[in-house]
C-alpha cells in the first residue's frame, strides 16, 4: 500500500498557489491587457483597485469578447473582465477549492489573505502539479474520465468558426481533424496569439494557424502516463485515438481534476460521518457526565473529590467546599495531597490507600479537625475509577460530617455510664440497708436475752 505524506484533501490552497500574479487596473485597454498575457505567457490577469481584487480576466474572457465583437481600440479591460471575481481565502482545502473550479466551470480561482489582498491564483494546473501517485493510482487508464463527445472542425473552416464554437460549448480547445483524425489542434492561447500578430484573425483558415502535429495517446494510456506527457510538453490536453488514428476522446486537466470532485464529495459525507459518531458519543458523554455530576450535587452530606492518577483535582462538589474550606476555582487541577497536608490529615493515609484502591479495595479512614473552637470529626474512604479496560484512571475520596453522631455516640456513653455508676450505687445502698436491718434484728434479739435474764 502506498503511504500517503500530506495528502492533497489535506493541503491548505497556499501550499499549492502560484504567488507571482500579474495584475491591472480596470481602466487598463483591452489590447495593452492582451499583449501582456503573450509577453508573459501567462492564462489570466488579475484586475484590482485599492490593491484588492475587482475582476479577473481570462483566455477564455478573451475568446467570448471576440465572439461578441468587442475588441475596439478603447475598449477597457473592466468592459470584458469576468466579475464579480471568486475568491478563496489561504487556508481553504484543495478539495473545496477544486470543487469551486468545476462547479463555476472556470480555471483559475484568486486566492486572497485575510486583509483582502492577493495572495495568488491557484489554477487546474496547480492542483494536477500536486496530485499524488497513489491518485492516478486508482483512477487508471484515460478512458474512464475522458470527454467522448469532441468538438472537431476542418482545416478549410475560419477562425471565425473556431470562436464560434468555443464560446458556444465554453470549451477550451477545438480539434481540427481530417477523415475522423486528427491532424491540428486550436486552443483559447493560440487564439489571444493571433490576435495580437493579426490583429483580427477571423477570417484566417484553420489550417494556416492550427498546432500541428498533433499527440495524442491511445484509450489505455494510464492517467498518470496522460498527465506527465501533458506536463513534458507544457500542453492542458491531449486527444485520444483509437488503433486506427480515429479520434475517441479528449482528456484535459479538467477531466483529471474532475475526479478529484466526486472524491471531495466522498470526504466530505467520510467527515460528515465521523462526526455524527463523534456526536452521538459527545452527546451520550454529556448526558452521562450530566446525569453523573447532578448525581454528585445531590449528595448533601458528603464531600466528593475525583481525581486523575497523579491524585490531581477533577471534581470537588459544594460539600467538599464547606468542609475544606476552598472554592473549586482554587483547587481544580491541583493536587489533593496539598488539601490533606493543609488539614492536617496524615500523608501515609493516602499513600497507603493507593495500595489498597489499586487491588479493587477501598481504603477507609477517620479524622478530626478544630472549628470556632469545637472538634469536628469526619469519616473518609477512597476508591478507585475505572475505565472501559478495566484500567485505574483516578481516585475518588468521600468524606462526611460525622460530629453530630460522635457526639450523640459519646453523649450516649456518658448516659450509660452514668447509669451504670448510679446502679452500682444503688446496689451498694441496698446491701448497706440488708447489713442494717440484719444488725437492727441482731440488736433485738440480743436485748431480748437481757430482758430474759
Given at each position: 500500500?502506498?503511504?500517503?505524506?500530506?495528502?492533497?484533501?489535506?493541503?491548505?490552497?497556499?501550499?499549492?498557489?502560484?504567488?507571482?500574479?500579474?495584475?491591472?487596473?480596470?481602466?487598463?485597454?483591452?489590447?495593452?491587457?492582451?499583449?501582456?498575457?503573450?509577453?508573459?505567457?501567462?492564462?489570466?490577469?488579475?484586475?484590482?483597485?485599492?490593491?484588492?481584487?475587482?475582476?479577473?480576466?481570462?483566455?477564455?474572457?478573451?475568446?467570448?469578447?471576440?465572439?461578441?465583437?468587442?475588441?475596439?481600440?478603447?475598449?477597457?479591460?473592466?468592459?470584458?473582465?469576468?466579475?464579480?471575481?471568486?475568491?478563496?481565502?489561504?487556508?481553504?482545502?484543495?478539495?473545496?477549492?477544486?470543487?469551486?473550479?468545476?462547479?463555476?466551470?472556470?480555471?483559475?480561482?484568486?486566492?486572497?489573505?485575510?486583509?483582502?489582498?492577493?495572495?495568488?491564483?491557484?489554477?487546474?494546473?496547480?492542483?494536477?502539479?500536486?496530485?499524488?501517485?497513489?491518485?492516478?493510482?486508482?483512477?487508471?487508464d484515460v478512458s474512464k474520465i475522458m470527454a467522448k463527445?469532441?468538438?472537431?472542425?476542418?482545416?478549410?473552416?475560419?477562425?471565425?468558426?473556431?470562436?464560434?464554437?468555443?464560446?458556444?460549448?465554453?470549451?477550451?480547445?477545438?480539434?481540427?481533424?481530417?477523415?475522423?483524425?486528427?491532424?491540428?489542434?486550436?486552443?483559447?492561447?493560440?487564439?489571444?496569439?493571433?490576435?495580437?500578430?493579426?490583429?483580427?484573425?477571423?477570417?484566417?483558415?484553420?489550417?494556416?494557424?492550427?498546432?500541428?502535429?498533433?499527440?495524442?495517446?491511445?484509450?489505455?494510456?494510464?492517467?498518470?502516463?496522460?498527465?506527465?506527457?501533458?506536463?513534458?510538453?507544457?500542453?492542458?490536453?491531449?486527444?485520444?485515438?483509437?488503433?486506427?488514428?480515429?479520434?475517441?476522446?479528449?482528456?484535459?486537466?479538467?477531466?483529471?481534476?474532475?475526479?478529484?470532485?466526486?472524491?471531495?464529495?466522498?470526504?466530505?459525507?467520510?467527515?460528515?460521518?465521523?462526526?455524527?459518531?463523534?456526536?452521538?458519543?459527545?452527546?451520550?458523554?454529556?448526558s452521562e457526565k450530566i446525569v453523573l455530576e447532578n448525581?454528585?450535587?445531590?449528595?448533601?452530606?458528603?464531600?466528593?473529590?475525583?481525581?486523575?492518577?497523579?491524585?490531581?483535582?477533577?471534581?470537588?462538589?459544594?460539600?467538599?467546599?464547606?468542609?475544606?474550606?476552598?472554592?473549586?476555582?482554587?483547587?481544580?487541577?491541583?493536587?489533593?495531597?496539598?488539601?490533606?497536608?493543609?488539614?492536617?490529615?496524615?500523608?501515609?493515609?493516602?499513600?497507603?490507600?493507593?495500595?489498597?484502591?489499586?487491588?479493587?479495595?477501598?481504603?477507609?479512614?477517620?479524622?478530626?479537625?478544630?472549628?470556632?473552637?469545637?472538634?469536628?470529626?469526619?469519616?473518609?474512604?477512597?476508591?478507585?475509577?475505572?475505565?472501559?479496560?478495566?484500567?485505574?484512571?483516578?481516585?475518588?475520596?468521600?468524606?462526611?460530617?460525622?460530629?453530630?453522631?460522635?457526639?450523640?455516640e459519646k453523649n450516649l456513653k456518658q448516659t450509660v455510664?452514668?447509669?451504670?455508676?448510679?446502679?452500682?450505687?444503688?446496689?451498694?445502698?441496698?446491701?448497706?440497708?440488708?447489713?442494717?436491718?440484719?444488725?437492727?434484728?441482731?440488736?433485738?434479739?440480743?436485748?431480748?436475752?437481757?430482758?430474759?435474764?
Amino acid at each position: 500500500m502506498l503511504k500517503k505524506s500530506k495528502t492533497i484533501s489535506k493541503k491548505p490552497i497556499r501550499d499549492i498557489l502560484t504567488s507571482r500574479v500579474i495584475s491591472v487596473s480596470p481602466t487598463t485597454p483591452f489590447s495593452e491587457a492582451v499583449s501582456l498575457m503573450q509577453d508573459k505567457k501567462i492564462s489570466c490577469l488579475v484586475v484590482v483597485e485599492n490593491k484588492r481584487p475587482v475582476g479577473i480576466f481570462t483566455e477564455r474572457d478573451f475568446v467570448m469578447a471576440l465572439n461578441d465583437g468587442l475588441q475596439s481600440q478603447d475598449l477597457e479591460i473592466k468592459e470584458v473582465m469576468s466579475r464579480p471575481v471568486l475568491t478563496a481565502g489561504e487556508d481553504m482545502q484543495v478539495y473545496e477549492a477544486c470543487d469551486l473550479l468545476l462547479e463555476n466551470r472556470i480555471r483559475h480561482l484568486v486566492v486572497v489573505k485575510r486583509s483582502g489582498k492577493i495572495a495568488g491564483v491557484v489554477s487546474l494546473s496547480n492542483i494536477t502539479n500536486n496530485i499524488g501517485l497513489q491518485y492516478f493510482v486508482e483512477l487508471k487508464d484515460v478512458s474512464k474520465i475522458m470527454a467522448k463527445n469532441v468538438v472537431a472542425i476542418e482545416k478549410k473552416d475560419h477562425v471565425s468558426l473556431v470562436i464560434s464554437k468555443m464560446a458556444k460549448h465554453s470549451i477550451s480547445c477545438i480539434v481540427v481533424e481530417e477523415g475522423g483524425r486528427p491532424i491540428g489542434v486550436l486552443t483559447e492561447r493560440d487564439i489571444v496569439n493571433l490576435f495580437r500578430e493579426q490583429g483580427n484573425p477571423s477570417a484566417t483558415e484553420v489550417g494556416k494557424v492550427m498546432s500541428s502535429p498533433v499527440i495524442s495517446i491511445p484509450p489505455d494510456t494510464p492517467v498518470f502516463e496522460a498527465d506527465r506527457i501533458m506536463k513534458q510538453n507544457n500542453i492542458r490536453r491531449l486527444i485520444v485515438v483509437d488503433s486506427e488514428g480515429m479520434i475517441t476522446g479528449l482528456i484535459t486537466q479538467s477531466d483529471i481534476v474532475k475526479r478529484l470532485e466526486e472524491r471531495y464529495v466522498e470526504f466530505l459525507k467520510r467527515i460528515l460521518r465521523e462526526k455524527e459518531v463523534i456526536l452521538e458519543e459527545t452527546k451520550k458523554k454529556l448526558s452521562e457526565k450530566i446525569v453523573l455530576e447532578n448525581i454528585l450535587r445531590s449528595s448533601t452530606d458528603q464531600a466528593i473529590i475525583a481525581t486523575d492518577l497523579d491524585f490531581h483535582i477533577i471534581y470537588f462538589n459544594p460539600v467538599a467546599e464547606k468542609i475544606y474550606g476552598y472554592r473549586v476555582e482554587d483547587v481544580i487541577n491541583k493536587q489533593v495531597m496539598k488539601i490533606h497536608k493543609l488539614e492536617k490529615v496524615e500523608s501515609f493515609r493516602l499513600n497507603k490507600s493507593i495500595a489498597t484502591v489499586a487491588k479493587g479495595g477501598i481504603h477507609e479512614y477517620t479524622f478530626k479537625q478544630k472549628k470556632n473552637g469545637d472538634e469536628h470529626y469526619f469519616e473518609s474512604k477512597v476508591t478507585g475509577i475505572w475505565n472501559m479496560d478495566g484500567k485505574l484512571a483516578g481516585y475518588v475520596l468521600m468524606t462526611q460530617d460525622v460530629t453530630k453522631r460522635k457526639r450523640a455516640e459519646k453523649n450516649l456513653k456518658q448516659t450509660v455510664d452514668d447509669l451504670e455508676n448510679w446502679q452500682r450505687l444503688s446496689v451498694g445502698r441496698e446491701l448497706k440497708m440488708i447489713e442494717l436491718k440484719t444488725e437492727v434484728e441482731d440488736l433485738k434479739k440480743e436485748l431480748q436475752r437481757y430482758k430474759s435474764v
